[in-house]
């Protein structure tokens, strides 16, 4: 399983359009797609869509390229007029899960470690 990010840093004053924006619906059937969970973060400046399941940044890419879902594109028009600058891809590094821990850290980052403990 794995997680991409798309961060985007939003205009000046644009973070109530934001929120209208994400308190929509998504314009795509996220289990359709075969994504397993999808966030949507949203700090003053900018805004960071996490997605995750597996061979996420292909889904990821059909999904951004897909000229023929009139949803998704009505959608990047609406959050293009308030990103400044282009989105960028952020992958994860390392990531903990309560299930299995050491697993995930080993397939992300190469190590085993699991923390300390008392």
């Known amino acids: ?3 991409v990010a798309i961060v985007a840093h939003l205009k000046q004053g644009s973070g109530p359009r934001a929120a209208q924006l994400i308190a929509g619906a ?4 996220l289990a359709e797609l075969g994504l397993v969970s ?3 973060y949203l700090s003053a400046d900018e805004v960071v869509f996490v997605f995750e399941g597996h061979e996420v940044e ?3 890419e ?15 028009g609406q959050w293009r007029a308030i990103v400044d600058g282009s989105p960028r891809v952020a992958r994860e590094r390392i990531g903990w899960h309560a299930d299995g821990a ?8 190469g190590s085993t470690s699991s923390g300390r403990s008392r």
């Open 1 to 3: 399983m794995e997680r």
């Open 26 to 29: 998504a314009p795509f059937d």
């Open 38 to 40: 999808h966030s949507v």
């Open 58 to 60: 292909g889904i990821v």
């Open 62 to 76: 059909k999904l951004i390229d897909d000229p023929f879902k009139h949803e998704i594109q009505s959608a990047r």
């Open 102 to 109: 050491r697993h995930a850290a080993k397939a992300i980052t």
